[in-house]
């Protein structure tokens, strides 16, 4: 099996961001989504992702109430709020336009330079 990439610094958010935008979820769903849609290949550790939730809760880009999880517990069920998907949408766009520039840098060649 392949090891886990690292999460890049900065990214946890906007990965926390577009996993909540997928539809509403508690804090060990978010951890699971976000392996899910990188098909295995992220691992967030709970220890970096609930400070996370909390902050971006805090900042209004996420809304949470209480709920019951599918094992019949208590979870806090977080969705986006407006202000969060406009970050969203602002933070892919800068990732998008930073990994164009990376990508272009990386394929120069000597006789390019």
């Known amino acids: 099996m392949a090891k886990s990439l690292e999460l890049v610094q900065g990214t946890l958010d ?3 961001l577009k996993a909540v935008s997928l539809g509403p979820l508690h804090g060990y769903g978010v ?6 849609i990188s098909k295995q290949r992220l691992e967030i550790q ?11 809760e805090h900042q209004g880009l996420l809304a949470a109430e209480w ?17 969060g998907r406009r ?8 990732w998008k336009r930073m990994a164009d520039v990376m990508a272009s840098i990386l394929r120069a060649t000597p006789e390019e330079v």
């Open 14 to 16: 906007m990965l926390i």
């Open 31 to 36: 951890l699971l989504r976000i392996q899910q």
């Open 46 to 56: 709970q220890g970096s992702l609930y400070p996370a939730l909390y902050r971006l």
């Open 67 to 83: 709920g019951e999880s599918e094992n019949k517990r208590r979870a806090r069920y977080y969705r986006l709020t407006p202000a």
């Open 87 to 94: 970050r969203l949408q602002s933070e892919t766009a800068e």
